[in-house]
């Protein structure tokens, strides 16, 4: 009982920081339909430039750990984000309107320039960093077994759920979050009523890329090593869990996130930690036979 | 165009400024190990960034300048950025020096374009223009084949470019196998190395372990990844788009880490090692043949030369390369090909003509596998040693890429392709890292200026009212 819940905590831990990066893919797939590839290496851009944020703090003599980490959050969300901009103008953008593989092949390509740009420029070593925060509680002890919880873990649930109820209120009740569900239900007519379509679906890109900043401090924070591969994998399970939750919905990318990341925790805690990846993807297949859009997802309504 | 100027020069500001928010951070702080404790610390190259700023305002406003029709001025900003570039100025470091010259070569093309496609278009129009046009689009197959088949006999055939034109071949054939999954039925498949893996691991396993020769796996070894093909298929094929490509993404990774992690089958990491290379009529192609067999230069009374077996190699691969596009070719007029691209453009409209689109689908993705099967036991046998770092993801990207950058469906434009990512890279392999970033950022742009691909026309595999005369339409 004590090992479950210890799992049951890091799994929560993990499942909420690819819930984050998650709900970057639903949200661009919503809107324009693509999978960005490039998302996973938007988020490896945040923990490189959060890496270094922290060790600005510490050249700076910053050594109060909640400033510090308010400061790098703030940072990293800044910068990250003018890479979600940037991408999507370049490389989205021109194509949008064209055929459907056209943007896949594009995300791919600009995925491998980002990956390799990183290497070149910070080299390819991992780099240790950001262990601002440590130490912890203890919740209860049974069997002689501690159940810990770590000050990090709290701080990464917290900032993970503060976030997405920001998120849903800004979906929900904003604007901007009007203009977006208007261009995912039908762009021309968003356009024909006057919502700027090119602005809005920037700003899906920015704020996407600007949650995968804060999942990359969390992951720098919690890990506290990072190289510029990290992005692949990350990305593709939490591609996982946007289509394991119902790709385009919101509630659907964090229930996701958290499924992947508890199947990750305790297959890898019960069974061999070898097969762990193997296990998410197999549930990945088994639910999507069974239900074809995902857990939450609507199902497509076919026109002719 | 005075009056332009003032908002050029923002435009070029702007994208200067945000150029230095992307780089700020990841280039202008470059982390460096300090010893051996867990720390590190700055080596700030703001001098480099400042180069690179300055070069990429010049270069936006080159484009702009470009964009609005002052040719001569763009292309007089692109030849100084060159001449910067390569005079012996000391710029803080090497790479700044390409970096100068490529962003003014880039410029100069990019002036000079509207009036070159305008040359050449111009040039079609004529009558000798027509006829080049025609026979480039009757004989360009032809061509090339013709090309591919006496390339060994040339003096340029060396081992570098026999190596590189084995590995070209085998991105061909696996483009065109793909060709069959993406192209022609329109399924998304970014796990198609899994197949390739099924292949290279067929032959690998039964060669080493049970001592059968290449000719007799490679049909297993084709029906193991059909097998698997289908296997996958089954299930999930009933998935729609993207839904699809993702499952089969995951497939490609499950297949990857059940070899790196059944140590007892696939000795894991490790690779399996030493595999016998293919044989011509039971003879090797090695100086000394082992007890019981002979060599190939035995056998035919020449001389040993190591360059033999990469020939060899290469017409085996060119021979199953030309019976994927052969056999392809073929399906194309057959019921279930013409399902195949039947169900790529609507599949509403063909499960109400009775087409079964599971059943149809299948026999795509399974064929499909067994390309990629046979190409798995031929790299396998060509390189004699294999481990799963060979079949990751990132090949799946190239190989889908190579059939999309082509123009989907066009088997020339895949040969294209194939030489353009596979084998330009491969003769800068000098330039080491900057290749991969080169490679990523030539497939953004090479998208964004051609998105339907290098080969954007298509003849219909079949019209419902024939055309009756040549350049009517």
Same mark, same amino acid.
């Given at each position: 009982?004590?090992?479950?819940?210890?799992?049951?905590?890091?799994?929560?831990?993990?499942?909420?920081?690819?819930?984050?990066?998650?709900?970057?893919?639903?949200?661009?797939?919503?809107?324009?339909g693509?999978?960005?590839?490039?998302?996973?290496?938007?988020?490896?851009?945040?923990?490189?430039?959060?890496?270094?944020?922290?060790?600005?703090?510490?050249?700076?003599?910053?050594?109060?750990?909640?400033?510090a980490?308010?400061?790098?959050?703030?940072?990293?969300?800044a910068?990250?984000t003018?890479?979600?901009?940037?991408?999507?103008?370049?490389?989205?953008?021109?194509?949008?309107?064209?055929?459907?593989?056209?943007?896949?092949?594009?995300?791919?390509?600009?995925?491998?320039?980002?990956?390799?740009?990183?290497?070149?420029?910070?080299?390819?070593?991992?780099k240790?960093?950001?262990?601002?925060v440590s130490?912890?509680?203890?919740?209860?002890s049974?069997?002689?077994?501690?159940?810990?919880?770590?000050?990090l873990?709290i701080?990464?649930?917290?900032?993970?759920?503060?976030?997405m109820a920001?998120f849903t209120w800004?979906?929900?009740?904003?604007s901007?979050?009007?203009q977006?569900?208007?261009?995912?239900?039908?762009?021309?007519?968003?356009a024909l009523?006057?919502?700027?379509?090119?602005?809005?679906?920037?700003?899906?890109?920015?704020?996407?890329a600007?949650?995968a900043?804060?999942?990359?401090?969390?992951?720098?924070?919690y890990?506290?090593?990072?190289?510029? /591969?990290?992005?692949?994998?990350?990305?593709?399970? !939490? +591609?996982?869990?946007? *289509? =394991?939750?119902? @790709?385009?919905?919101?509630? #659907?990318?964090?229930?996701?996130?958290?499924?992947i990341?508890?199947?990750?925790?305790?297959?890898?805690?019960? /069974?061999?930690s070898?097969?762990k990846d193997?296990? !998410? +993807?197999?549930?990945? *297949? =088994?639910?999507? @036979?069974f239900?074809?859009? #995902?857990?939450?997802?609507?199902?497509?309504?076919?026109?002719? | 165009?005075g009056?332009?100027?003032?908002?050029?020069?923002?435009?070029?500001g702007?994208?200067?400024?945000?150029?230095?928010?992307?780089?700020?951070?990841?280039?202008?702080?470059?982390?460096?190990?300090?010893?051996?404790?867990?720390?590190l610390?700055?080596?700030?190259q703001?001098?480099?960034?400042?180069?690179?700023?300055?070069?990429?305002?010049?270069?936006r406003?080159?484009?702009?300048?470009?964009?609005?029709?002052?040719r001569?001025?763009?292309?007089?900003?692109?030849?100084?950025?060159?001449?910067?570039?390569?005079?012996?100025?000391?710029l803080?470091s090497?790479?700044?020096?390409?970096?100068?010259?490529?962003?003014?070569?880039?410029?100069?093309?990019?002036?000079?374009?509207?009036?070159?496609?305008?040359?050449?278009?111009?040039?079609?129009?004529?009558?000798?223009?027509?006829?080049?046009?025609?026979?480039?689009?009757q004989?360009?197959?032809?061509?090339?084949l013709?090309?591919?088949?006496?390339?060994?006999?040339?003096?340029?055939?060396?081992?570098?470019?026999?190596?590189?034109?084995v590995?070209?071949?085998?991105?061909?054939?696996?483009?065109?196998?793909?060709?069959?999954?993406?192209?022609?039925?329109?399924?998304?498949?970014?796990?198609y190395?899994?197949?390739?893996?099924?292949?290279?691991?067929?032959?690998?396993?039964?060669?080493?372990q049970?001592g059968?020769?290449?000719?007799?796996?490679l049909?297993?070894?084709?029906?193991?990844?059909?097998?698997?093909?289908?296997?996958?298929?089954?299930?999930?094929?009933?998935?729609?788009?993207?839904?699809?490509?993702?499952?089969?993404?995951?497939?490609?990774?499950?297949?990857?880490?059940?070899?790196l992690?059944?140590?007892?089958?696939?000795?894991?990491?490790?690779?399996?090692?030493?595999?016998?290379?293919?044989?011509?009529?039971?003879?090797?192609?090695?100086?000394?043949a082992?007890?019981?067999?002979?060599?190939?230069?035995?056998?035919?009374?020449?001389?040993?030369?190591?360059?033999?077996?990469?020939?060899?190699?290469y017409?085996?691969?060119?021979?199953?390369?030309?019976?994927?596009?052969l056999f392809?070719?073929?399906?194309?007029?057959?019921p279930?090909?013409?399902?195949?691209?039947?169900?790529r453009?609507?599949?509403?409209?063909?499960?109400?003509?009775?087409?079964?689109?599971?059943?149809?689908?299948?026999?795509?993705?399974?064929i499909?596998a067994?390309?990629?099967g046979?190409?798995?036991s031929?790299?396998?046998?060509?390189?004699?040693?294999i481990?799963?770092?060979?079949?990751?993801?990132?090949?799946?990207a190239?190989?889908?890429?190579?059939v999309?950058?082509?123009?989907?469906?066009?088997?020339?434009?895949?040969?294209?392709?194939?030489?353009?990512?596979?084998?330009?890279?491969?003769?800068?392999?000098?330039?080491g890292?900057?290749?991969?970033?080169a490679?990523?950022?030539?497939?953004?742009?090479?998208?964004?200026?051609?998105?339907r691909?290098?080969?954007?026309?298509?003849?219909?595999?079949?019209?419902?009212?024939?055309?009756?005369?040549?350049?009517?339409g």
């Open positions: 009982m004590a090992y479950f819940s210890q799992q049951l905590i890091n799994a929560i831990t993990l499942g909420a920081i690819y819930g984050l990066i998650a709900i970057g893919y639903t949200m661009v797939y919503g809107i324009i693509m999978i960005n590839f490039a998302h996973g290496e938007v988020f490896m851009i945040g923990a490189f430039i959060s890496l270094i944020g922290f060790m600005i703090c510490s050249l700076l003599g910053i050594g109060s750990a909640p400033v980490i308010v400061l790098v959050l703030l940072l990293a969300m910068f990250t003018v890479y979600g901009w940037a991408v999507e103008r370049t490389a989205y953008r021109p194509l949008r309107g064209s055929f459907r593989l056209a943007p896949l092949i594009s995300a791919i390509g600009v995925s491998i320039a980002l990956q390799n740009y990183v290497q070149l420029v910070q080299g390819a070593r991992p240790p960093g950001g262990q601002v130490g912890g509680f203890t919740v209860f049974a069997d002689g077994f501690d159940v810990r919880v770590s000050w873990q701080i990464i649930v917290v900032v993970t759920v503060v976030l920001g800004l979906i929900a009740s904003t901007l979050g009007r977006q569900r208007a261009c995912e239900q039908d762009m021309k007519m968003a009523l006057g919502v700027d379509v090119d602005r809005t679906i920037s700003l899906t890109f920015v704020v996407g600007a949650l900043a804060v999942a990359g401090m969390l992951f720098l924070m890990y506290g090593i990072i190289d510029f /591969f990290i992005g692949f994998l990350a990305g593709i399970k !939490a +591609f996982t869990a946007a *289509v =394991l939750g119902g @790709i385009g919905s919101l509630p #659907g990318a964090m229930l996701g996130g958290l499924l990341g508890l199947i990750e925790v305790f297959w890898a805690a019960y /069974f061999s070898e097969y193997v296990a !998410a +993807f197999s549930i990945l *297949v =088994l639910v999507l @036979i239900r074809p859009t #995902g857990l939450l997802g609507k199902p497509e309504i076919e026109k002719v | 165009m009056l332009r100027l003032p908002t050029m020069l923002k435009d070029a702007l994208t200067a400024l945000v150029a230095a928010a992307l780089g700020i951070f990841i280039v202008g702080f470059h982390t460096v190990d300090v010893g051996s404790r867990t720390g610390s700055f080596d700030y703001f001098g480099d960034l400042g180069v690179a700023l300055v070069v990429i305002f010049f270069g406003l080159g484009l702009s300048l470009a964009a609005e029709g002052l001569w001025p763009a292309i007089a900003l692109g030849a100084a950025m060159i001449a910067v570039g390569a005079s012996p100025l000391r803080p090497s790479f700044l020096h390409w970096f100068v010259v490529l962003g003014g070569v880039l410029l100069v093309i990019r002036a000079a374009w509207p009036s070159a496609t305008h040359a050449i278009s111009s040039f079609a129009k004529t009558p000798t223009g027509r006829v080049v046009d025609h026979l480039g689009n004989w360009a197959g032809w061509l090339l013709t090309l591919a088949v006496v390339l060994p006999f040339t003096p340029m055939a060396d081992q570098k470019t026999m190596d590189l034109g590995l070209i071949l085998t991105y061909v054939m696996l483009g065109w196998g793909l060709n069959i999954v993406v192209g022609l039925a329109g399924l998304l498949d970014l796990g190395v899994a197949f390739y893996a099924v292949g290279a691991y067929s032959y690998a396993l039964l060669s080493t049970h059968l020769g290449f000719w007799a796996v049909p297993l070894a084709g029906m193991m990844a059909a097998s698997f093909g289908v296997l996958l298929g089954f299930p999930v094929l009933r998935l729609r788009g993207d839904y699809l490509a993702i499952v089969t993404l995951g497939f490609g990774e499950i297949i990857r880490l059940v070899i992690n059944w140590v007892d089958l696939t000795s894991g990491p490790a690779g399996i090692g030493s595999i016998p290379g293919p044989t011509l009529f039971g003879a090797v192609f090695a100086e000394t082992p007890t019981g067999k002979q060599t190939v230069a035995e056998m035919l009374g020449i001389p040993f030369n190591s360059n033999h077996r990469l020939i060899y190699l017409y085996i691969i060119l021979v199953l390369a030309l019976i994927t596009n392809t070719q073929r399906m194309r007029r057959l279930v090909g013409r399902a195949w691209e039947a169900l453009e609507d599949e509403t409209a063909c499960k109400a003509l009775g087409i079964n689109p599971t059943n149809t689908k299948l026999t795509a993705f399974a499909g067994m390309f990629a046979f190409a798995g031929f790299f396998a046998a060509k390189q004699r040693f481990s799963p770092e060979s079949f990751t993801f990132i090949e799946s190239i190989i889908l890429a190579i999309v950058l082509g123009g989907m469906g066009s088997q020339v434009g895949v040969v294209l392709a194939a030489v353009l990512l596979i084998g330009l890279p491969e003769w800068f392999r000098e330039l890292n900057y290749r991969m970033l490679f990523g950022l030539a497939m953004v742009m090479i998208m964004v200026f051609r998105p691909g290098l080969i954007a026309h298509r003849e219909p595999s079949i019209r419902l009212h024939p055309v009756k005369a040549r350049g009517s």
